[in-house]
């Protein structure tokens, strides 16, 4: 009996190996995304919010006062079966892009929710950034954002028009730091660190990453031109306990002891400025680093010609970059063919 069985085992076993090579590869798949511009994606827009032809997620025009939102459609499981928030890291490509004739204004925001659904009823424009006002706060209005802040809100306590924090569920951020880079110089070896200003609204492309590690619970946002590679240092880090925050220990809209979120962007313009919000690129992953961009593949040419429309200036202007040398442009400009 036993040696008439062997064949078949010996069948079955690569195809059980198959199997679970697969049932591994889709577990992988949920726990984090790429985006290399957003052609033929289907995230949960609303609001102003559009993907357009080149694949660019367009959160707001620069009409004023309005809303917009886009969130990847499937949450993410940020808990372990203990409860505890793992690590997770994102990165992400964007614009913004002041309307011609005013200010640039509110701003965008990277952001962790229980709900993806941040309709025109309980988005508010202007300061909130499109997350929700002040009594929806009070009820479900649990978040967790990192904000790219244009307006300077004296009622929100910003530190500047020009920042960048962390929002736990309120606008007023528990952490925050002007926008910009750190980078070493070696001077005859006498080693300073100096900060590089980069304003959020010149219109240029600038990539951001956020590193989260759970066990030591350190928040990194690091923030840089494209194309430059990531800094070596980030911005001053933020030390959080993700696994306190209500949001985290949410379970309502889910039928096991995970917590299940969503992860999208919301930006908003005021009643007196306007600015195109733009992401080109986007990628998340938990429990690990998130997956680098292409830059040759994200929609570069046509948000610079988004910008070029504006007459804003510093096109594409690369700065230091931490004492190594620059990623490679890939983007051609124009100027130079005329
Ligand atoms: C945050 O940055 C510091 C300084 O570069 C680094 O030592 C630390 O590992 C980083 N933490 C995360 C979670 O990326
Ligand atoms: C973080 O928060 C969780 C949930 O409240 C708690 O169980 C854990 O002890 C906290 N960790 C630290 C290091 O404070
Ligand atoms: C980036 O995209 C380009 C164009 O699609 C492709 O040729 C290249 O191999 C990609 N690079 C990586 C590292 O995947």
């Not at 990847?72 to 890291?89: A, K, R």
């Not at 759970?214 to 030390?239: C, I, R």
């Not at 096991?256 to 313009?269: C, Q, R, W």
């Amino acid at each position: 009996m036993s040696s008439m069985r062997s064949p078949t085992t010996t069948l079955l076993r690569p195809l059980l190996l198959l199997i679970i090579i697969c049932l591994n590869d889709s577990a992988v798949a949920d726990l984090g995304f790429l985006y290399n511009g957003f052609a033929g994606s289907n995230l949960l827009r609303d609001g102003a919010a559009s993907v357009t032809q080149a694949g660019i997620l367009s959160l707001t025009t620069n009409s004023f006062d309005i809303t917009g939102h886009g969130f990847h459609p499937i949450p993410l499981p940020f808990t372990g079966e203990d409860g505890m928030v793992v690590s997770f890291s994102s990165t992400f490509v964007f614009t913004i892009t002041p309307s011609p004739s005013g200010r640039s204004g509110d701003g965008m925001a990277l952001v962790i929710s229980a709900v993806p659904d941040y309709f025109s009823s309980r988005a508010f424009s202007g300061a909130y950034l499109g997350l929700g006002g002040p009594y929806y706060y009070q009820q479900q209005n649990q978040f967790f954002a990192v904000e790219l802040d244009t307006i300077f809100n004296r009622e929100f306590k910003d530190i500047d028009d020009n920042h960048v924090g962390i929002d736990v569920g309120s606008m007023v951020s528990v952490f925050s730091t002007p926008a910009g880079y750190s980078y070493t110089e070696d001077d005859d070896n006498i080693i300073s660190t100096n900060f590089e200003v980069l304003r959020l609204s010149s219109g240029s492309p600038m990539q951001v990453w956020v590193d989260s590690d759970g066990e030591s619970m350190e928040l990194n946002v690091t923030l840089a031109l494209v194309p430059m590679y990531k800094p070596a240092l980030p911005l001053p880090s933020y030390t959080v306990n993700m696994s306190d925050l209500p949001l985290m220990r949410e379970r309502d809209y889910s039928d096991d002891s995970v917590a299940k979120l969503y992860v999208g962007f919301s930006a908003a313009t005021g009643d007196r400025h306007g600015a195109t919000h733009q992401v080109l690129g986007w990628s998340f992953n938990l429990g690990g680093p998130a997956p680098p961009l292409n830059y040759s593949q994200l929609p570069l040419k046509q948000a610079q010609q988004i910008q070029r429309a504006s007459k804003t200036k510093n096109l594409f202007s690369v700065g230091r970059c931490d004492g190594v040398p620059c990623a490679p442009v890939v983007v051609e400009e124009e100027s130079r063919e005329a």
